[in-house]
Structures are given as structure tokens and as C-alpha cells.
DNA sequence: AAGATGCTTCGGTTACGGTCGAAGTATGAA
DNA sequence: TTCATACTTCGACCGTAACCGAAGCATCTT
């Protein structure tokens, strides 16, 4: 009828149950199988695969053949930040499944979304790189500030690979359970591997909480002080 | 089953045609009343009022009673940014209702996204403010420089003004006829409407086409030279 | 007051899409 | 080869929601 972007498609694909608890168990990072996924949706294996396939063909979604298993992940950056996106204005619109409440603490204080650092540390941390003057927070858009990279810098971050990519470096990202902003983008996501990788958290095998070693939230605190 | 936030709620409610035409037809950022958004969808106005009452439940849209019409609007600037980037996804996955090729020209050359211009037009002034620094850009991120505040001062432009939301001045909307980003956010609307209220252009009335005059399209092209 | 216009609510129909059981395909293990 | 695992395809069922005609409100006009 018209012409232009058919967003009811890929509306269409998000507005499923099922489909957006897929989604939301891949906003892990993490690739998983379609039995994981069926599960995490609460489906049978059949229905599990049509869903994939819907949304693999819509473009949400890319799969990996290894062996018997197919591993399914968001199919890039602009997938996760999307998605990102539509929670945000869900949490912003007071659309909640059950209550808001403090369900699993954990994932409040610390979880992965996508590819970086969420909740309450998540949010503590822009704070505090924006208090110091490590990053300039224009209501919406980030930028790094030239302290902020020499920080990055002492703190063992490569930060020149982080701007090869055309993902953007800083993103703020709508934290659905604090309701404020905390740091996406190829910084966030470094900063994340960078805690994982040197033993500061590991992942929770069971959801997408970050759990911090005694040490580790000690250097993180210390790092990052409250405002 | 999960807590987080409902993105299958507001999913669905972009996956309707007939949702989805409405608001593509509320991207053109002016208020419409029921009986136009009805026909925008091409249903009857009994289903379109179901529609828009599950849009306006859902925080999508807005409301305003007058006289014995009632006009809808988006919401806010948020559900307009939402909008925005799931026509951004959709194109960059070709998912394009019929052919993506010019069917209307005066659509591609200039036309409102919701309150700022989109087209060949809005790509190449971005392009233009960054080529000479008057906006300086970080993949996604876009910040006003100095020098861009000073130039937009003698365009008789209200810098200050702009910069009082909470909503963004700059921000980079990806034009899904064109496949490059042009400039949204509170200088994006200040532009549009400069050019509309110093009669510059006007807009059309059956589309989200921007009709230049022949003066003002000189003034523009002689203000934005073509990279 | 009576009529006209704009919109919503109600009721009933219809069609699409989500669902699962059963069967089929592919890969790996024994 | 034979069996087991992981996943897809097929077919049938069923529920939901989109849809419209008719009736009901609300507001403005005359």
C-alpha cells in the first residue's frame, strides 16, 4: 500500500512471547542451541525451530553449524541495540512481565546485557567515568574525553582497536531495572572482558547475573566510587 | 515467567499493518484524528479506534480531545526515536514494503521523519555540517562544535534554546531511502522548522514530501554544497 | 429540539499464526 | 551398520485478534 521500511515485519517478529524470550535469553551474548533456546522459551523443540527461522530470515538472528548443534546468536550490534532499545522503552512505559520488584538481586546489581555491563554496577560505572571527566554525557550522546583514554589506557584497554570498528565507542544504554543509563558500545563491551578476563567476576552459568569475586568488587568499588 | 521488561507487548503493537501504517503515517509528526488514520491504514474507523486505544495503552501514542475530534499524536520524542530505529533495522535488512526503487521522487529528495527532514536532502546536510566541523561525528554519536553553535547563531537560530530538553540536539537517524543517516534530534527539528516558517519549503499536503520553492532550494543548496 | 458528524462499544465471523505429535533428515557415536 | 542425538518439516488443531455491521455516546450545528 505504502513504500518504506516494513516495520510491522520485524515488529511482528519481536511481538511473539516466545520469540521475545529468545531474545532476551541471547541478549546473554552467548550463542545457544535451539533446545536451549526452546527451553529458555518454554516451547517444545518444533515450535522453537519454526520461531528461529522466522527470525533468522527476518535478520535477527544468525546461526552456526557445529557438528549436530546450531549454535544461535543476534546477528550483529545493530540487533542487540535494537533490542536494547525496544526494552528500554518497554521499562520506560512501565511494561513489565511481573513486578518490578527485586526478584534476583543479583541480576540487579550486576548483569551482562548483550555484550557489556548492566544494572546497578553497570549504571555506577558511567556514572563515575562521567564524574570524573572520563566521559562527557550530552543528555543522551557519549563521548571519551582525552583523561578518559589515557585512563583506559593505564588500565591495561587497547583503546585504538576500539574505534576501528564503525560501532560507535560509547552508547548509552536505558537500564531497565535502574531506570538510568549505563555504558554500551565497543567500550563497554571491552570493559566487560576486561573485568571477566582478569578474574574481577565470571558469568552465572544459570542467567545473565555477572558475579563478583571478593576481590574483584573491591578493585571494581575502589574504581568506580559512589557518587 | 521472566521478569524484565515486556518487549513482546510493545513488539506486537508494531506488528500490525494496520498499527504500522498509522504510525508511519504519525511519522509525518503533525496530529492526526481517528477517521485519517483509519483511512491511512485503509480499515473501517471501528477497527482503527481499537488500534489506536491499544496504542495509546501501550504509551505509543497520545491523545488530545477537541471539539468532537480527537487527535492522535506519538506519545513523546521517545516513542519517535523507537520508531525511527525500527525502520533504520528494517531497512538495513531490506525488509522494504514493495520495491525499495523511487516510486515517489519528491519522498526521496526531502520528507519529515516525525519532526526533522529525512531524504537526499537531510543526508546531505548532515554530510555538509560535518565536512566543514560544524558537527562532529563519532560513527553514531553527534556533537555540536563551537564553531557550529556560532554558525547556526547568525542562521538565526536559538542555540541556547535547544540544548534545554533533555532530548538530544544532535542525532543520527538512518535514512531508509538512502542508506546514510541524517540529523535528528532538537537541531534537526530547529532546522526543519526554520526552513518551513522563513518559506524556504513547505510541506505537502497528501505526503511526508518537503516541497522546496525555487528560491529556497537555492538558498539551501548554496548553504549545504553537495560533498 | 432535531439532525449531523466523529468516534467508541458490542457482537459475531473469519483467518492467521502458534502449538504440538509424528515423521523425516543430518551428524556423531558405538 | 546400527543406534542415539539434534534439529527440521509436515499436518492438524485451536485460540486469539483483526475485521466489519450495527448500535450507542458525545459534541457541534441549525
Not at 60 to 73: E, N, P, S
Not at 126 to 138: Q, T
Request: charged letters at 25%; aromatic letters at 6%; a positive charge.
Amino acid at each position: 500500500m505504502k513504500e518504506g521500511p516494513d516495520i510491522a515485519r520485524i515488529g511482528m517478529l519481536f511481538g511473539d512471547p516466545a520469540r521475545a524470550n529468545m531474545l532476551t535469553a541471547l541478549m546473554g551474548g552467548q550463542a545457544l542451541t535451539a533446545t536451549e533456546l526452546a527451553q529458555a522459551a518454554g516451547v517444545t523443540v518444533q515450535t522453537a525451530s519454526s520461531h528461529l527461522s522466522k527470525l533468522e530470515e527476518g535478520g535477527i538472528l544468525a546461526q552456526r553449524k557445529q557438528g549436530r548443534h546450531r549454535y544461535f546468536t543476534l546477528a550483529d550490534a545493530a540487533a542487540g541495540a535494537l533490542l536494547e532499545n525496544i526494552m528500554g522503552f518497554a521499562a520506560s512505559r512501565g511494561h513489565l512481565r511481573h513486578r518490578p520488584g527485586p526478584k534476583d538481586p543479583a541480576l540487579r546489581k550486576a548483569r551482562v546485557c548483550y555484550d557489556h555491563l548492566a544494572g546497578d554496577y553497570g549504571v555506577r560505572m558511567l556514572d563515575s567515568f562521567v564524574a570524573r571527566g572520563a566521559i562527557e554525557s550530552d543528555g543522551e550522546n557519549l563521548t571519551m574525553t582525552e583523561d578518559g583514554r589515557a585512563e583506559l589506557g593505564t588500565l591495561g584497554i587497547d583503546v585504538a582497536s576500539l574505534t576501528s570498528s564503525r560501532r560507535p565507542v560509547c552508547k548509552s544504554c536505558l537500564d531497565w531495572s535502574e531506570r538510568r543509563s549505563h555504558l554500551a558500545g565497543t567500550l563497554g563491551k571491552a570493559l566487560l572482558a576486561h573485568f571477566l578476563e582478569n578474574g574481577w567476576a565470571r558469568r552465572s552459568d544459570e542467567s545473565r547475573a555477572v558475579l563478583f569475586t571478593p576481590d574483584g568488587e573491591r578493585k571494581f568499588l575502589s574504581l568506580f566510587p559512589a557518587g
